[in-house]
């Protein structure tokens, strides 16, 4: 059973950091692609920033410059390293993982979301 969790998130104000993790534990082959989303009050969730799993990343113009993503594939781990947050950067931030595992007929890739952890940044 495959498990992912994020972290890090909290309440900073305007033009502070936060560095948001996203560990993934379990039965894993290899992890391809891992991807931060975010969903704000009454919007739809939105694609923050990708990575895959060769390290090609991948950012929302609203977050290019601002926002960093990178991976540490010993410790099956992402990170979203948060720089210069604006208010209209609070949201409930969840990350999604394609996990490789192994199945009686061969490898296969399954999508795991992780529960959401909350950016709250102050004006």
């Known amino acids: 059973q495959v498990q992912v969790v994020e972290s890090g998130g909290g309440l900073v104000q305007a033009g502070g950091s936060l560095r948001l993790s996203c560990a993934a534990s379990?039965?894993?082959?290899?992890?391809?692609?891992m991807d931060w989303y975010r969903q704000a009050p009454g919007a739809q969730r939105e694609l923050v920033a990708a990575i895959t799993g060769s390290g090609r990343t991948n950012y929302a113009d609203s977050v290019k410059g601002r926002f960093t993503i990178s991976r540490d594939n010993a410790k099956n781990t992402a990170y979203l390293q948060m720089n210069g947050l604006k208010p209209e950067d609070t949201a409930v931030y969840y990350c999604?993982?394609?996990?490789?595992?192994?199945?009686?007929?061969?490898?296969?890739?399954?999508?795991?979301w992780g529960q959401g952890t909350q950016v709250t940044v102050s004006s």
């Open positions: 379990g039965s894993i082959f290899s992890i391809n692609a």
């Open positions: 999604n993982a394609l996990i490789n595992e192994r199945r009686p007929w061969g490898i296969r890739e399954f999508s795991y």
